[in-house]
């Protein structure tokens, strides 16, 4: 094996995991998961079956990744944030045919205990605050945050808070500069 698992952690038959992954106590790695590399994945976490996970993806203490959920790369899940695949269960209803897709794009920062609600697609490197509420489809950069979820700002790579002025941006970190037009942000550079 070119991964770590805890000894208290099942990894189920089936399950694809790339190497240099940690996963830790008390986890569940269901068949057909598939978790890239170089992954951390922290304590009491399930990963369902069909899941997606990108390289160098962050999870923390206590989350649950239901089938339907689709993770890009370098993706952050803060502790105890929480997704969904159906949007109106019932106990004595079978709806596994009606799990829908939540994709988080490459870069995506989620905070602590936010609920991602299922079907809506988190753009590139945006941050979700902590608590929030997550209702539809989040552009890429933006910082959102509330209940539910409102676009409140804007967010470099790097992770800082982004100024505009007019449609322009320098972050004041790491000197990257975006441009914004409507409810569109995107790199100076291209990427």
Not at 8 to 26: L, P, Q, R
Not at 105 to 117: E, H, L, M, Y
Not at 174 to 190: F, N, S, T, W
């Amino acid at each position: 094996m070119d991964y770590f698992v805890h000894e208290s952690s099942y990894v189920d038959e089936g399950a694809v995991i790339g190497a240099g992954t940690k996963i830790w106590h008390f986890c569940h790695v269901m068949p057909r998961a598939q978790i890239g590399e170089c992954c951390n994945i922290g304590q009491n976490v399930l990963v369902s079956s069909d899941v997606i996970l990108g390289n160098n993806v962050k999870i923390q203490n206590n989350v649950s990744l239901y089938t339907g959920v689709v993770v890009e790369d370098d993706v952050f899940l803060g502790p105890s944030m929480v997704f969904t695949n159906v949007i109106n269960p019932r106990s004595h209803v079978n709806r596994k045919d009606e799990y829908k897709t939540t994709l988080v794009r490459k870069g995506a920062s989620i905070g602590a205990n936010a609920t991602i609600v299922c079907g809506a697609t988190l753009g590139k490197y945006c941050f979700v605050g902590a608590g929030s509420v997550v209702t539809r489809d989040v552009p890429d950069y933006a910082l959102v945050y509330g209940l539910p979820a409102r676009v409140h700002g804007w967010m470099c790579q790097c992770g800082e808070q982004l100024k505009f002025d007019d449609d322009r941006a320098v972050c004041h970190s790491c000197g990257d500069a975006y441009r914004k037009q409507d409810q569109l942000v995107r790199p100076e550079r291209g990427v």
